[in-house]
């Protein structure tokens, strides 16, 4: 488990590419046969990708966690974003079609995850973080989502958000998930950007051809920076620095955030011409 360390404000304007993607990058989450555990401080978050192929692959708990199980003292977001899979906790077995999620809360056991077809394998992203209390496991159907459409062709920035765990819908104790669509023809996602000092986020990009790349704006407003980001790679982003993205082709992301709060529209909107 790869560990990412909490960077003040003022550190990034000594940062080079190299050392920039070194903080806040997660690279190539999704891997055939293998999962990819990210640990960062702040929150204490976990992110991860399993692509199990021929063979099931239990989730480890990694040592860091003291843990006798994953999800002992932790709730765990699951979007699968490849092909038809299936989540085994204890006696219950989950089947997820491609865009399906799960919530597990609490205490569950530790989730099993297989594909259906190990040539178009499931590829499954995970986001953790602690919980105070136990929440029921839930599956969230795609089919069954309503998207709210925000942003227009005019700005570039048109886009449908669908809420996946998120109060009134999946009850969970501290994460909010969800996945965003950007329309044909649109490169912007978050534009105007926003900051949320009471939570951090993550993203994980996906749905990018082999030879498109998503720019990542990160940073305070008035000292923003960059990150190239390809498919299956996310982004940690701290409560002081915006997120948001331009692509030069088709793509979509997982969001999702823990801390102090779920209110999804808890956020400091930062008006475009702020941008330094």
Known sequence: MHH??????????????AQLRG?????????RGTQNLSYWDVDRTV???????????????????????FCERRELGIINLGGVGSVEVGAEIYHLGPDDGLYLGRGSATPIFSSEDPANPAQ???????AHTAYPTRVVR????????L???????????????????????????????????SVWNTMPPHTHLRRSEVYCYCRLSPESVVMHFMGPPDQTRHLVVRDGDAVISPSWSIHAGAGTGAYAFVWGMGGENQEFSD??????????
Do not use: W
């Open 142 to 149: 795609f089919a069954d989502l309503v998207g709210t459409e």
């Open 47 to 69: 992110v991860g990708g399993v692509v199990p192929a021929e063979t099931p692959i239990k989730l480890e708990t990694p040592a860091n966690l003291a843990a006798a199980s």
């Open 151 to 185: 942003g227009s062709a005019t700005t570039a920035n048109e886009r449908t958000i669908y809420k996946y765990i998120a109060p009134g819908l999946v009850e969970s104790c501290q994460l909010v998930m969800g996945f965003t669509i950007i329309a044909e023809g």
């Open 267 to 276: 956020m400091d909107v930062v008006a475009i011409s702020e941008l330094n």
């Open 4 to 17: 990412y360390h909490d960077v003040h404000p003022t550190d990034l304007s000594h940062l080079d590419s």
């Open 23 to 31: 903080r806040f990058l997660i690279p190539s989450l999704f891997n």
């Open 124 to 130: 499954f992203y995970l986001l953790s973080y602690p």
